[in-house]
Nanobody
């Protein structure tokens, strides 16, 4: 059974930083794509950043220059380094993964087969 487990969420002040991690198991599950999504209260889930197994990355415009997505394929782990956080970044952050090979890196919610339970990020002003 595939599991994605996020960690690293918390509360920070605006301008601060957080690093989220997502560990995928079992080790035999080798997703081509891994991604971060987020969902604020009362809003739809939106993509943050996605990365394929070769390291190609796609970011949402709202986080470009502030967030950095990376992955360690050997450890089957996904990361996001979030800097210059804003109150608008407050949301539940979800990790997602997919084994299928698409034509390009995508932030389409429907393209991901497995999801984590989420980790909460709160940014106060």
């Amino acid at each position: 059974q595939v599991q994605l487990v996020e960690s690293g969420g918390g509360s920070v002040q605006a301008g601060g930083s957080l690093r989220l991690s997502c560990s995928a198991s079992p080790a035999t599950y080798r997703p081509v794509y891994m991604a971060w999504f987020r969902q604020a209260l009362g809003k739809e889930r939106e993509g943050v950043g996605a990365i394929d197994i070769k390291g190609r990355i796609k970011y949402a415009d709202s986080v470009k220059g502030r967030f950095t997505v990376s992955r360690d394929n050997a450890r089957n782990t996904l990361y996001v380094e979030m800097n210059s956080l804003k109150p608008d970044d407050t949301a539940m952050y979800y990790c997602a993964a997919d084994r299928r090979s698409w034509s390009s890196v995508t932030l389409d919610v429907s393209r991901f087969e497995y999801w984590g339970q989420g980790t909460q990020v709160v940014v106060s002003s």
